[in-house]
């Protein structure tokens, strides 16, 4: 699960999501491409299911000196 702040834009394939991450004890919002087809959509929450396997990929891939990036 994630925390949307914002839906930025939506594509036929794709949602830009602004969403909670933090680095160590510092939390950002930032904004990524969410494939539709890795998103759950509960309309009217600002908790999406998004499949783990792209999380953890998305995650692994914002290393910031050290720190791995983490969903709030």
Known sequence: QIWIKEVEKETE???????????????????????KSVCQVREGSEIWDVESWFTNRLCAQNVFHGYLMKLV
């Open 13 to 35: 394939k794709a949602f830009l999501l602004s969403i909670y991450v933090r680095w160590s004890d510092k939390q950002f919002a930032r904004s990524f491409w969410f494939p």
